[in-house]
């Protein structure tokens, strides 16, 4: 079953402007993580945050994380057309030893 | 280098035809676990595997085995492949299964005819 739900399914950006994806989820989480795929091939970690946390930084990445609407997003600042590829985010629960990813937001950069 | 590796990348194969998937990795990780990927559905855990010798189904085990003899590999076995397996199949280690950055594979792009 989905846990997460990423908003946009689609977004496309120019080179330099901000891009911000969400994603819902339904129980209690212990840990939300994102992760990158470029067009057909394997995920890439990009930043976890942990259900006591409200807020993380990476680079040009910045999650945050509102545990009493159940949701996170992940904003991308100056983004590049290297970021084109799809975001998903993905929630472990602590009580089932799994991890469950959304359905993505597919990020398009042009120049 | 740390790294998953799947082999294969591509494979078409009939109905019936008992295939296995390999999946190692380097990284003495613990906690591995397979994937299939299919359009609009996302990523769905198949099985997975907390250490040697334990296994557990994920959301879609239906239809697919897998061993965990060794701490570096874990292949995933289609004892009898239907076209409803078609997918992109992806597997995935962390050092201690939740809580921890999961390591991906590059993926086996799988058709059944």
């Known amino acids: 079953s989905q846990q997460g739900e990423e908003d946009p399914q689609a977004l496309s950006i120019q080179e330099g402007e901000n891009a911000t994806m969400n994603c819902s989820y339904k129980t209690s989480i212990n840990n939300l993580q994102w992760y990158r795929q470029n067009s057909g091939r394997g995920l890439v970690h990009l930043i976890l945050?942990?259900?006591?946390?409200r807020e993380k930084h990476s680079g040009r990445l910045r999650v945050t994380l509102d545990t009493s609407k159940k949701s996170s997003s992940l904003l991308i600042t100056a983004s590049r057309a290297a970021d084109t590829a799809s975001y998903f985010c993905a929630t472990d629960t602590g009580t089932a030893s799994k991890l469950t990813f959304g359905t993505g937001t597919r990020l398009q950069v042009t120049l | 280098e740390a790294q998953v590796t799947q082999n294969p990348r591509y494979l078409i194969t009939v109905t019936g035809k008992k295939l296995t998937v390999t999946c190692s990795q380097n990284m003495n990780h613990e906690y591995m676990s397979w994937y299939r990927q299919d359009p609009g559905l996302g990523l769905r855990q198949i099985y997975y595997?907390?250490?040697?010798?334990?296994?557990d189904k994920g959301d879609v085990p239906e239809g697919y085995k897998v061993s965990r003899k060794e701490k570096r590999n874990f292949p995933l076995i289609l004892e009898s492949p239907s076209p409803n397996q078609t997918s992109l199949y992806f597997c995935?280690?962390?050092?201690?299964?939740?809580?921890?950055?999961?390591?991906f594979g590059q993926g086996t792009r799988l058709t059944v005819v």
């Open positions: 995935a280690s962390s050092l201690q299964g939740l809580g921890t950055e999961a390591f």
């Open positions: 595997s907390m250490n040697v010798e334990v296994t």
């Open positions: 945050i942990r259900s006591n946390e």
